[in-house]
């Protein structure tokens, strides 16, 4: 099996990864051959700016490979995206917001971003399970037990998937809002939420990266799927080092 032969060769596989989680066994049901990398990051930090110049070097390097971007990538992802950026008076509560990116992601994945995995395709996506951890859960300042409650259930979402590689682009969040005032569009209502709330965010995913996002009890694992990258270097730069972390990932592939 795919999944199995690639875990084993990068020491992912162990008997406590594959106890955890129902959408743990639903993957591991499910070979794919294609790989995941997954671009996640505070509003302004670069990820758009980046997945453009991954997938201009995946395609390059002739590698079959799909970008897209969540919440979205479906036409039902997207009519929940709309209900999110731009909700309805009176908002959502945090956790009615959980569930709607959550159904986002749950079509994404299974119209979308799995089938291009069966076909061993490299997927690249500007956000993922993670920005759920990092918004609404250290964001929305959940506690870690209501964070850890929540793990089950965004691997159910994901249907089990899980990055093989994650790039979290760090930047100091005045410097993210410099940027997004310089990018000339419509703030989202999540773009107005605050620098309190920005920087929670943040610190969130360099917690994830540190520790391990859903995957808290699995460090090694953790550690080895992430990677930070200074967002405050040129886009060109950056770039670079990026490539360097996805380039042996996408030439395991098979
Ligand atoms: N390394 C960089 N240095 C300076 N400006 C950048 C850099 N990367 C991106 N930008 C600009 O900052 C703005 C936000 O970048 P974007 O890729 O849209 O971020 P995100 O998708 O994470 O919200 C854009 O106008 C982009 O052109
Ligand atoms: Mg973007």
Sequence with gaps: MTTRTKTQKTG???GRATKQTAGQATRQAQPRVGRLIVLEGI???GKSTQARLLVQRLRQAKVPCLFSHEPGGTAGAEALRELLLHPPRG????TSEIF????????HVRRKVRPALEQGKV?????FSDSTLAYQGFGGEMTPRARAALAPILAQAADGLRPDLTIVLDLPVSAAGRRIGMRGEKRTDFEKRGTAW???????FLAMARHGG??????????RRYRVIDARLAPKEQS???WRAVRPIVSQRR
Excluded: C, K, P
């Excluded at 709607?100 to 079509?107: M, S, T, Y």
């Design 91 to 94: 908002g959502w509560s945090t």
């Design 198 to 204: 920005a920087n929670r965010v943040r610190r969130g």
């Design 12 to 14: 992912r596989a162990t």
């Design 123 to 127: 997927v690249v996506l500007d956000r």
């Design 43 to 45: 509003d302004g930090a």
């Design 240 to 242: 670079e080092q990026i």
């Design 100 to 107: 709607l990116f959550l159904a986002a992601r749950n079509e």
């Design 214 to 223: 859903i995957t808290a009890r699995t460090r090694i694992f953790a550690a």
